[in-house]
Structure formats: C-alpha cells, structure tokens
C-alpha cells in the first residue's frame, strides 16, 4: 500500500481568519475569494459562544411531544438509535428534532415549522414584556433573564438549522461521514458517495467544485487508491474552508440559474487570466500563498513529500474554464465581497459545531509570536478518495446551509441585513 504525505503546512492557507474557541479557523468570509491586492478584510474572532463540551451522534433525545407533530418509536426499541450525524442536538428542540430524524423523518420540515412558530411566539412575548419603567437591581436582573432567554432561542433555532441540513443529506440518500477517530486506523470507511453529491449541484456549480478539488489535491485528483498521512488539522481546515466555499458557491449559482433563465446574464468577456480574484490563488497549496495569520507558522514535516506530490504546475494544468468563474468575475468588489459573506452567527456556529464533532477538538496554541503550535496534532490514514468525498461532504454541506439559512430566514427572521 502507498503511503503518501499530504496537506502540509503550506495547506494552511485553504483558509484564514480568526481561530475560532474549537480551533478551526472559521472567518465570515472564505479566503478563497480574493479582490484586488487594495482591497482588505477586517479579521475578528466570533462574538458567540459555544458549549465546552460536544457529545457524539444524532441520536434520540427526549420522547417529549411537541405541537400537533407525534412522533414516538415502537415499544421495542432499546438503546439509542443509530447515529445519523456527528454532532449530537442538546436543547430540548433539537432533542424533539433528533427524535424525528431517526424515526419519521418525513416529518422533519413540518416539526420544524412548528418549532420555528414557537420561537417566534417566545420572542413577540418578551418584547411585550419588556417595561421600560424598571430600574436599579430589578432592571439588572431582567436583562439578565432576558439575555438567558434569547441564548436559548438561538441554541434551538441552531439545532433546527442543523436538524434541516441532516434532513437534506437524508433525503438524497446520502449519509453524513461520522466522526472520525485516528486510533481505529484508516478512518475512510464510509460508503463512496461521490457521483450521488456530485448531482445535488448544477452543471456549472460542478465545474467549479471539479476546481476546487484540483486546488486541493492538484495532479493526484484522479488517484483514489493512494493513502496518506495526514494532519488532522489540517483536514479539518480544509473541510471548513471547503463548507464556506459550498454556501459562497450556492449563493453565486442560484443567481446566475435565475439570470440564466431570464437571459439577462452579462457578456462573458472577462479574462480567464485574472481568475485567481475569484476562486482564490490562496487556497492552492503554495509557500507563497499562506495567509498572513499563518506566515510564520513552523514548517510542518509533511510539507516536502506534499509538495513533491502536487507541484504548482499539476495544479494550473487541471483549472478549467467554466462559465459560472466568468460570470462572477463580472461582479464588481463590493457585490463579491457580500456574497462571499457568511450572513449569520448561526450559521458560522454550525460551520464550527460540525467541524469540531467531525474532527474533534484540535489542540492549537498561537504563541507569543504569532505562531501556530500545533505540535499536539494527530495525523490520520486516509486514502485520496476518502479525502475527496470529504470535501464533496463539506461543499454540498455548505450549499444546504445556504438553502436552509434562507428557509428559515423567510419564516423566523434572524439574517441580519
């Protein structure tokens, strides 16, 4: 069996921004859509917080009823059913959800409704409740009970995001990888579901998807038997990077299909030769594209073998062209700059939520001097194609968290303009 070393430290650069509380590197906006060398973004860490502990699987919760929805499993059941997701729901509406999913699972988007109308209820009541006529000690406190309120609310309608996406995965008859554990050896045993993920996107999406593949993997994208080492941390980059590309790229593509349709779509005469403002040169594995955060990030010893594995120019020669790159390249800054925008916290915290169930929680120190330590970091076995589902997994992920996001918006509003 080949072993082979890849995603070295030069891979680093798939993504950048703040390192988020479970490590990842989560940002509002994927490295891998650049503007112009003037153009900057503003590097922050995420204002919300998460559980410091996260349990594994979606499995069954409460047995609670909720609304007019009645889901119960049959009195023979024992033990907890089988796990559909890596991240496991813990408010009791996700538990209510996780119920479903494993039992009615056609039932999941009316339950969800139901629950979405609640919040919405719950909401409308405290602003109701509010009195401006309080103060001191009671004004403190109420703000106090309210803040605890509206952290609740924001946990269940993140649950009810989630539960929608597994939901999706469920309908296309695709299963979610679960959570991966180095110690069991090569962790790619899941089914191969390349060609189903493949047709939850549109023609043009899936050229530009093929793209990001060769990003990725550069002239080994066709080699499928091959395993290799790799960092695990560096893996969870990449499928948090490759989540964000997945919602920047269900975004772009449900507006080109609608110009497409309309025949209002703009003449393709922009230059195959400045694509790299668009998909992003830093997302190709190169010393010299590393973002700024992680410049001076300590060479990794995967990172020789890696980068005898893909040269820069295995990589050039699988970019094709593809209608949908020339289409957004028409953008000016400002409107690529708001779609390659995440809109919600929510959706950030399940980006990150999921990641870390998937991964685990990596051990990284940012020292003193800028550095990233992760000398803590456990590899993985994993061959070539279980890389490439991973990432297949990440994009349609992302898409769906698109579509839910949008969904949810329409009926309880969240996105913030």
Same mark, same amino acid.
């Given at each position: 069996?080949?072993?082979?070393?890849?995603?070295?430290?030069?891979?680093?650069?798939?993504?950048?921004?703040?390192?988020?509380?479970?490590?990842?590197?989560?940002?509002?906006?994927?490295?891998?859509?650049?503007?112009?060398?003037?153009?900057?973004?503003?590097?922050?860490?995420?204002?919300?917080?998460?559980?410091?502990?996260?349990?594994?699987?979606?499995?069954?919760?409460?047995?609670?009823?909720?609304?007019?929805?009645?889901?119960?499993?049959?009195?023979?059941?024992?033990?907890?059913?089988?796990?559909?997701?890596?991240?496991?729901?813990?408010?009791?509406?996700?538990?209510?959800?996780?119920?479903?999913?494993?039992?009615?699972?056609?039932?999941?988007?009316? *339950? @969800?409704?139901?629950?979405?109308?609640?919040?919405?209820?719950?909401? %409308?009541?405290?602003? $109701?409740? /509010?009195?401006?006529? =309080?103060?001191?000690?009671?004004?403190?406190?109420?703000?106090?009970?309210?803040?605890?309120?509206?952290?609740?609310?924001?946990?269940?309608?993140?649950?009810?995001?989630?539960?929608?996406?597994?939901?999706?995965?469920?309908?296309?008859?695709?299963?979610?990888?679960?959570?991966?554990?180095?110690?069991?050896?090569?962790?790619?045993?899941?089914?191969?579901?390349?060609?189903?993920?493949?047709?939850?996107?549109?023609?043009?999406?899936?050229?530009?998807?093929?793209?990001?593949?060769?990003?990725?993997?550069?002239?080994?994208?066709?080699?499928?038997?091959?395993?290799?080492?790799?960092?695990?941390?560096?893996?969870?980059?990449?499928? *948090? @990077?490759?989540?964000?590309?997945?919602?920047?790229?269900?975004?772009? %593509?449900?507006?080109? $299909?609608? /110009?497409?349709?309309? =025949?209002?779509?703009?003449?393709?005469?922009?230059?195959?030769?400045?694509?790299?403002?668009?998909?992003?040169?830093?997302?190709?594995?190169?010393?010299?594209?590393?973002?700024?955060?992680?410049?001076?990030?300590?060479?990794?010893?995967?990172?020789?073998?890696?980068?005898?594995?893909?040269?820069?120019?295995?990589?050039?020669?699988?970019?094709?062209?593809?209608?949908?790159?020339?289409?957004?390249?028409?953008?000016?800054?400002?409107?690529?700059?708001?779609?390659?925008?995440?809109?919600?916290?929510?959706?950030?915290?399940?980006?990150?939520?999921?990641?870390?169930?998937?991964?685990?929680?990596?051990?990284?120190?940012?020292?003193?001097?800028?550095?990233?330590?992760?000398?803590?970091?456990?590899?993985?076995?994993?061959?070539?194609?279980?890389?490439?589902?991973?990432?297949?997994?990440?994009?349609?992920?992302?898409?769906?968290?698109?579509?839910?996001?949008?969904?949810?918006?329409?009926?309880?509003?969240?996105?913030?303009?």
């Amino acid at each position: 069996m080949e072993t082979a070393t890849a995603l070295g430290s030069s891979s680093v650069g798939v993504v950048s921004g703040s390192f988020s509380r479970s490590g990842f590197p989560i940002s509002t906006r994927p490295d891998f859509v650049r503007f112009s060398s003037t153009s900057s973004w503003s590097k922050q860490h995420l204002p919300h917080s998460y559980s410091k502990s996260l349990r594994w699987g979606l499995s069954v919760g409460s047995k609670k009823r909720h609304g007019a929805i009645k889901a119960s499993l049959s009195s023979d059941s024992t033990g907890p059913a089988p796990s559909i997701a890596p991240l496991k729901l813990e408010s009791p509406v996700g538990q209510f959800l996780s119920e479903i999913l494993n039992s009615h699972p056609h039932l999941l988007p009316a *339950a @969800a409704e139901q629950q979405l109308e609640q919040l919405q209820i719950d909401r %409308d009541t405290e602003k $109701q409740k /509010e009195d401006p006529t =309080k103060t001191g000690t009671d004004l403190v406190l109420y703000r106090r009970i309210a803040e605890l309120k509206d952290n609740e609310r924001k946990k269940a309608l993140e649950e009810i995001l989630y539960a929608l996406i597994v939901q999706k995965f469920m309908d296309a008859n695709v299963s979610l990888v679960p959570t991966l554990d180095p110690s069991s050896g090569r962790v790619d045993t899941w089914p191969r579901q390349d060609e189903k993920l493949e047709q939850l996107h549109s023609p043009e999406a899936n050229e530009m998807i093929q793209n990001h593949l060769t990003f990725i993997l550069g002239n080994r994208l066709g080699d499928s038997l091959s395993v290799a080492q790799i960092s695990k941390l560096k893996v969870g980059q990449v499928y *948090a @990077a490759s989540v964000m590309y997945g919602y920047f790229l269900k975004r772009i %593509d449900q507006r080109f $299909q609608l /110009e497409k349709t309309m =025949k209002i779509l703009p003449e393709g005469n922009a230059e195959e030769t400045h694509i790299e403002q668009v998909t992003g040169d830093e997302t190709r594995p190169n010393a010299n594209n590393v973002s700024n955060s992680f410049k001076n990030a300590p060479p990794h010893p995967e990172a020789p073998s890696w980068s005898g594995v893909m040269g820069p120019g295995g990589v050039a020669d699988g970019i094709k062209p593809s209608r949908l790159r020339t289409y957004v390249m028409s953008f000016d800054a400002e409107t690529l700059q708001r779609y390659a925008s995440i809109r919600s916290k929510e959706a950030i915290s399940i980006v990150e939520k999921h990641t870390e169930a998937l991964f685990g929680k990596p051990e990284v120190v940012i020292t003193p001097e800028g550095r990233v330590d992760s000398s803590k970091d456990e590899n993985i076995t994993i061959s070539l194609g279980g890389l490439r589902r991973l990432v297949l997994e990440a994009v349609t992920f992302g898409s769906f968290l698109w579509d839910v996001e949008s969904h949810v918006d329409s009926r309880y509003h969240f996105v913030a303009n």
